[in-house]
């Protein structure tokens, strides 16, 4: 019987040329996409039915433990099963169902079944990777074997083919090689030894606890010198030593706990110094851990990644430390005690301060000032002064800028967020940065010609095809060979430095507006003496009126107002000169200053007045009149006569140097009055006080001095500071500045420079010979008696007679 026949209508051919084939198209998307939607759902009740039954399962207990027991365990258990089917009502089963249910027990796949899994119980293949995983989780207790050594012979040939021979030989082993190394790649591991624990219910006495702890001591000294020269001697073999090491600060010995962790703690950062390469390490990609590298290159990576992470964890340890101490928080009780920790954590902070500076290359370095810049605030000074004299070493010898770029971020963060109220030696490291000196070598490095390469217009008219390629390969080389002779570009260099001065000036410039009367104005004042020449033009307007609306307040020192005064002629003598400023008020507070001082505290004081003057005469003479130069010079003439001798020394050179910048300041070694009126000497104005109409005669009181060198330049200056002739000074005292000669002839620990001759002894080795006696008749007298042999009595009456006859 034929099927039946559809009653939908086919389309005829027609029809089929009559429709467009995009509709054809959509029919066939619309097809494939219910068969999608079909198979989509069909998916997603599969998916729920699986979660459903693992949910079931997850919430069944385990029929069977993945451990065994032990045997008494075993009976136990066993005993109680059978207690309990006995305890089973029976009368309820019936025969059948009871050996039914025995002949199941006995099949192991009933038991041993894992219901969490829905596949099937045969499905071997299926559950090949299932079967791995529970075989790992079955603890291994393996039986220990003998070794056998397989000795090959020779082969024989039979007719089935060549058959090889051997025979095994057993490798007895002996009991010291089970003792040995777990690594083969180490010749020697170095286990700590273990120091010689007391019976235990017997009390020490006090000194058999000394002794005690002395062998330990000396036992965990012998362990750290080994691991650390293991770790020298071949880091890249060794580098499972640090991790035994860095166990050792986890000493839990109450007794030398303190002690064995400040040894490890000094002994790791020398080890980390010693091995750390001189480049940052860092992470691998994804790409480059696939990649397949050579033998020296994995090891080379597993190295550096070991050497990462136990220095990160170094690094943790020590901070950890230093955290504790600063929280009192009692960490290990029963090894180290509260007092205690603050001995620890001032030898994290010192090998924290070791590492900063030894190895601002290598990694975590952000890490380690994130960590110390808050302690160059702690109130104990002598942790304060560890870290600030740390980064003062680190901003000297950062040649680049990143590290002091770094730096002088978290200082300023760290000064916002204590509203201003940290110690001015915080701010007074700042002064160490090497700004100054790299800008004055980008200079002389900008003043350098470059070199010039062709364009292609020049290279096209001058050159041929083959030339102008051979040219291109050579420029090309020349630059690369530029590259590697720099070590850092100078444009990376400005860039660093720009972005670390604009901080330190936002620092000082919010101090300056917002806390003026704080214990940090001092120091910013400093600070912006040091670095004025680098201020932007944009600034000085705003600055200027700032220092002296400061000065005239009256409310600073007078080293307060000295730095200001040094800041304000630092800026008229470099860029600012280009201002039409005459700072006449700031000269007037100098010269009302200079009798204040003394050869008390204020004597330090007189470096700053002697930059001040290098610039306001010296640098600005164009800009100063005659009358003022020579009340400075009267004023500092008689200032020195009060002060200690490098002050003395240090006045008297700026005099000769303002005396060589006005000539006609010679006006003051002469006795006669140049003009009308009298030298007023109270009157603190220089331009009136009429200093032509006196004469330096603290010169000639200077010329007894005791000091050597004052006597030299007190003779100098009074015979008008001559370039040649008997009154020259040295070639060691003329090239020197007024600063330099401050510094070279400071009393330092209470000695004199240069040296005092010690005086001649007065006394007489021996006694002259000859008559040492006016009378001659006594000296003969004397004679005699010295003459006489020793028995001889002396008879004084018939001198006595003698003597009264002749009267």
């Given at each position: 019987?034929?099927?039946?026949?559809?009653?939908?209508?086919?389309?005829?051919?027609?029809?089929?040329?009559?429709?467009?084939?995009?509709?054809?198209?959509?029919?066939?998307?619309?097809?494939?996409?219910k068969q999608q939607n079909v198979a989509k759902k069909q998916r997603k009740q599969q998916r729920r039915l699986r979660q459903a039954v693992k949910g079931v399962a997850a919430g069944m207990p385990r029929p069977l433990e993945t451990y065994r027991k032990r045997p008494e365990e075993e009976r136990q258990q066993q005993e109680q099963e059978e207690e309990f089917l006995e305890s089973l009502p029976t009368d309820m089963m019936e025969d059948d169902d009871l050996q039914q249910m025995t002949a199941m027990a006995r099949h192991a796949s009933f038991v041993t079944r894992d219901l969490s899994s829905c596949g099937p119980v045969h499905g071997g293949k299926r559950r090949s990777s299932e079967v791995v995983r529970s075989y790992e989780k079955v603890p291994r207790k393996m039986a220990r074997t003998e070794e056998k050594e397989v000795i090959h012979l020779l082969p024989i040939k039979d007719k089935r083919g060549v058959v090889p021979q051997s025979i095994e030989k057993v490798v007895e082993k002996r009991p010291d090689e089970d003792e040995e190394d777990e690594d083969p790649a180490d010749g020697h591991e170095v286990e700590p030894p273990r120091g010689a624990e007391p019976p235990?219910?017997?009390?020490?006495?006090?000194?058999?606890?000394?002794?005690?702890?002395?062998?330990?001591?000396?036992?965990?000294?012998?362990?750290?010198?080994?691991?650390?020269?293991?770790?020298?001697?071949?880091?890249?073999?060794?580098?499972?030593?640090?991790?035994?090491?860095?166990?050792?600060?986890?000493?839990?010995?109450?007794?030398?706990?303190?002690?064995?962790?400040?040894?490890?703690?000094?002994?790791?950062?020398?080890?980390?110094?010693?091995?750390?390469?001189?480049?940052?390490?860092r992470p691998l990609t994804a790409e480059e851990k696939a990649a397949k590298v050579k033998k020296e290159t994995q090891h080379l990576r597993e190295f550096e990644e070991g050497l990462v992470s136990q220095y990160k964890f170094y690094l943790e340890d020590l901070e950890q430390t230093v955290r504790d101490w600063k929280q009192q928080k009692k960490k290990r009780r029963q090894a180290v005690g509260l007092r205690s920790y603050g001995g620890l954590a001032e030898v994290a902070v010192r090998c924290l301060c070791e590492l900063l500076v030894a190895l601002p290359h290598f990694n975590f370095h952000n890490n380690i000032i994130v960590i110390l810049v808050p302690l160059m605030n702690d109130p104990a000074s002598q942790v304060s002064g560890m870290c600030c004299d740390a980064f003062r070493k680190l901003f000297q010898q950062d040649k680049v800028g990143g590290a002091s770029l770094a730096t002088v971020r978290v200082i300023s963060g760290l000064v916002k967020s204590l509203n201003y109220n940290v110690r001015p030696e915080v701010l007074r490291t700042l002064l160490a940065l090497r700004i100054r000196e790299v800008e004055v070598k980008k200079d002389l490095e900008a003043a350098a010609p470059k070199k010039k390469f062709m364009n292609l217009k020049e290279k096209k008219k001058n050159l041929s095809r083959m030339q102008r390629k051979w040219k291109k390969a050579e420029e090309q080389l020349e630059k690369e060979l530029l590259e590697a002779e720099a070590s850092e570009s100078k444009e990376k260099k400005i860039k660093l430095h720009t972005e670390t001065l604009n901080i330190v000036f936002l620092v000082y410039f919010r101090i300056l507006k917002k806390a003026q009367k704080s214990v940090l104005l001092p120091a910013v004042l400093e600070g912006l003496a040091n670095f004025a020449h680098l201020i932007n033009l944009e600034f000085f307007d705003d600055l200027l009126n700032v220092l002296q609306n400061l000065i005239q307040s009256g409310d600073l020192t007078n080293k307060e107002s000295l730095y200001c005064i040094q800041t304000v002629f630092t800026i008229l003598s470099g860029q600012g000169d280009v201002l039409n400023i005459d700072p006449l008020t700031f000269y007037s507070q100098l010269y009302t200053m200079l009798p204040a001082l003394h050869a008390g505290s204020p004597n330090d004081d007189i470096i700053i007045v002697l930059r001040c003057l290098d610039a306001m005469l010296t640098r600005r003479r164009k800009q100063v009149s005659l009358q003022r130069a020579m009340a400075f010079v009267k004023r500092?003439?008689?200032?020195?006569?009060?002060?200690?001798?490098?002050?003395?020394?240090?006045?008297?050179?700026?005099?000769?140097?303002?005396?060589?910048?006005?000539?006609?300041?010679?006006?003051?070694?002469?006795?006669?009055?140049?003009?009308?009126?009298?030298?007023?000497?109270e009157l603190n104005e220089p331009e009136h006080c009429n200093a032509q109409n006196t004469a330096l005669w603290e010169l000639h009181t200077l010329q007894r001095h005791y000091h050597p060198v004052v006597r030299r330049f007190a003779v100098h200056l009074s015979r008008g500071a001559p370039s040649d002739g008997s009154a020259a000074l040295s070639v060691d005292l003329s090239r020197r500045s007024p600063v330099e000669l401050f510094d070279d002839y400071r009393v330092k620990d209470m000695t004199f420079n240069p040296p005092v001759a010690p005086p001649g002894s007065k006394k007489k080795d021996h006694f002259v010979g000859g008559a040492t006696l006016l009378d001659p008749e006594l000296q003969r007298r004397f004679e005699s008696v010295l003459a006489s042999p020793e028995d001889t009595q002396l008879d004084f009456t018939a001198t006595h007679t003698h003597t009264a006859a002749q009267h």
């Amino acid at each position: 019987m034929a099927p039946p026949r559809s009653k939908k209508r086919r389309p005829s051919f027609r029809r089929l040329m009559k429709t467009s084939g995009v509709k054809l198209d959509n029919k066939m998307k619309n097809r494939q996409m219910k068969q999608q939607n079909v198979a989509k759902k069909q998916r997603k009740q599969q998916r729920r039915l699986r979660q459903a039954v693992k949910g079931v399962a997850a919430g069944m207990p385990r029929p069977l433990e993945t451990y065994r027991k032990r045997p008494e365990e075993e009976r136990q258990q066993q005993e109680q099963e059978e207690e309990f089917l006995e305890s089973l009502p029976t009368d309820m089963m019936e025969d059948d169902d009871l050996q039914q249910m025995t002949a199941m027990a006995r099949h192991a796949s009933f038991v041993t079944r894992d219901l969490s899994s829905c596949g099937p119980v045969h499905g071997g293949k299926r559950r090949s990777s299932e079967v791995v995983r529970s075989y790992e989780k079955v603890p291994r207790k393996m039986a220990r074997t003998e070794e056998k050594e397989v000795i090959h012979l020779l082969p024989i040939k039979d007719k089935r083919g060549v058959v090889p021979q051997s025979i095994e030989k057993v490798v007895e082993k002996r009991p010291d090689e089970d003792e040995e190394d777990e690594d083969p790649a180490d010749g020697h591991e170095v286990e700590p030894p273990r120091g010689a624990e007391p019976p235990r219910g017997v009390e020490l006495t006090a000194e058999q606890r000394e002794e005690l702890r002395a062998v330990t001591i000396s036992q965990r000294k012998l362990t750290i010198g080994a691991l650390g020269s293991a770790i020298i001697s071949d880091p890249f073999s060794h580098m499972k030593r640090v991790k035994e090491l860095r166990g050792m600060l986890m000493e839990t010995d109450p007794s030398v706990a303190v002690t064995v962790r400040k040894l490890v703690m000094v002994s790791l950062t020398e080890v980390f110094k010693d091995i750390a390469p001189s480049y940052r390490i860092r992470p691998l990609t994804a790409e480059e851990k696939a990649a397949k590298v050579k033998k020296e290159t994995q090891h080379l990576r597993e190295f550096e990644e070991g050497l990462v992470s136990q220095y990160k964890f170094y690094l943790e340890d020590l901070e950890q430390t230093v955290r504790d101490w600063k929280q009192q928080k009692k960490k290990r009780r029963q090894a180290v005690g509260l007092r205690s920790y603050g001995g620890l954590a001032e030898v994290a902070v010192r090998c924290l301060c070791e590492l900063l500076v030894a190895l601002p290359h290598f990694n975590f370095h952000n890490n380690i000032i994130v960590i110390l810049v808050p302690l160059m605030n702690d109130p104990a000074s002598q942790v304060s002064g560890m870290c600030c004299d740390a980064f003062r070493k680190l901003f000297q010898q950062d040649k680049v800028g990143g590290a002091s770029l770094a730096t002088v971020r978290v200082i300023s963060g760290l000064v916002k967020s204590l509203n201003y109220n940290v110690r001015p030696e915080v701010l007074r490291t700042l002064l160490a940065l090497r700004i100054r000196e790299v800008e004055v070598k980008k200079d002389l490095e900008a003043a350098a010609p470059k070199k010039k390469f062709m364009n292609l217009k020049e290279k096209k008219k001058n050159l041929s095809r083959m030339q102008r390629k051979w040219k291109k390969a050579e420029e090309q080389l020349e630059k690369e060979l530029l590259e590697a002779e720099a070590s850092e570009s100078k444009e990376k260099k400005i860039k660093l430095h720009t972005e670390t001065l604009n901080i330190v000036f936002l620092v000082y410039f919010r101090i300056l507006k917002k806390a003026q009367k704080s214990v940090l104005l001092p120091a910013v004042l400093e600070g912006l003496a040091n670095f004025a020449h680098l201020i932007n033009l944009e600034f000085f307007d705003d600055l200027l009126n700032v220092l002296q609306n400061l000065i005239q307040s009256g409310d600073l020192t007078n080293k307060e107002s000295l730095y200001c005064i040094q800041t304000v002629f630092t800026i008229l003598s470099g860029q600012g000169d280009v201002l039409n400023i005459d700072p006449l008020t700031f000269y007037s507070q100098l010269y009302t200053m200079l009798p204040a001082l003394h050869a008390g505290s204020p004597n330090d004081d007189i470096i700053i007045v002697l930059r001040c003057l290098d610039a306001m005469l010296t640098r600005r003479r164009k800009q100063v009149s005659l009358q003022r130069a020579m009340a400075f010079v009267k004023r500092l003439s008689t200032l020195s006569l009060h002060v200690l001798p490098n002050a003395s020394v240090g006045i008297l050179a700026a005099t000769r140097a303002a005396m060589h910048s006005f000539p006609k300041c010679d006006f003051l070694l002469d006795n006669e009055i140049q003009g009308s009126g009298f030298y007023l000497q109270e009157l603190n104005e220089p331009e009136h006080c009429n200093a032509q109409n006196t004469a330096l005669w603290e010169l000639h009181t200077l010329q007894r001095h005791y000091h050597p060198v004052v006597r030299r330049f007190a003779v100098h200056l009074s015979r008008g500071a001559p370039s040649d002739g008997s009154a020259a000074l040295s070639v060691d005292l003329s090239r020197r500045s007024p600063v330099e000669l401050f510094d070279d002839y400071r009393v330092k620990d209470m000695t004199f420079n240069p040296p005092v001759a010690p005086p001649g002894s007065k006394k007489k080795d021996h006694f002259v010979g000859g008559a040492t006696l006016l009378d001659p008749e006594l000296q003969r007298r004397f004679e005699s008696v010295l003459a006489s042999p020793e028995d001889t009595q002396l008879d004084f009456t018939a001198t006595h007679t003698h003597t009264a006859a002749q009267h």
